[in-house]
């Protein structure tokens, strides 16, 4: 099943919230910290030591499919491109060149690999890069995000159906208290 692009703009909404540091934007990282109750996570983009850790953090990365930080960012600049009519392609081009071999794409690969190691043990990378690599852990992987869609798509409308009954009750409420 190939990805439709509402469930990649979803992942992108969720790996982009960490990493909106260009704008200066960290909204997104603040209300995730709240929910989850943690500020534990240094956003470092220094390198990472050349170990045996980092080469793991790379394997269990490339385990992931082809859903990941490297699409997506390619996904969301030919997304803006389609939209930008100031910018010639060629601003794109290199954007995208960047982003995928230049100090871009260096910063992103230590910020996240960072992450990881701030998250992750050795041995726990081991055992996800053995899951990942196991049909459960495809399939988990493949279905959890399009169950992820669908349940955002699904709780947005119970907000909004929520939003409007609020509504309808709150205006017949101040109709009664301006009698």
């Known amino acids: ?25 960290t909204s997104g990282v603040t209300i995730f910290q709240s929910l989850f109750g943690t500020n534990r996570f240094i956003i470092d983009s220094s390198a990472v030591p050349e170990d045996p ?10 385990e992931r499919g082809p859903i990941n930080f490297e699409n997506v960012i390619k996904f969301t600049i030919r997304d803006q491109q389609s939209k930008d009519t100031t910018r010639p392609k060629e601003y794109y081009d290199k954007f995208l060149e960047e982003c995928q071999t230049g100090n871009a794409h ?10 990881y190691r701030q998250c992750f043990t050795e041995e726990e990378v081991d055992q996800l890069v053995e899951f990942y690599k196991s049909t459960a852990g495809k399939k988990m992987f493949k279905d959890f995000l399009l169950l992820t869609a669908i349940a ?28």
Do not use: W, Y
């Open 1 to 25: 099943m190939r990805p439709n692009k509402n469930l990649i703009l979803l992942f992108g909404l969720f790996i982009f919230t960490g990493i909106s540091s260009a704008q200066n934007d």
């Open 53 to 62: 850790l980092t080469q793991k953090i790379r394997v269990l990365r490339s």
């Open 106 to 115: 260096r910063n992103i690969e230590n910020v996240l690999i960072n992450l």
């Open 152 to 179: 955002a798509n699904t709780v947005q409308d119970i907000l909004k159906l929520t939003a409007e009954k609020l509504d309808k009750e709150m205006n017949i409420e101040k109709k009664k208290n301006n009698k």
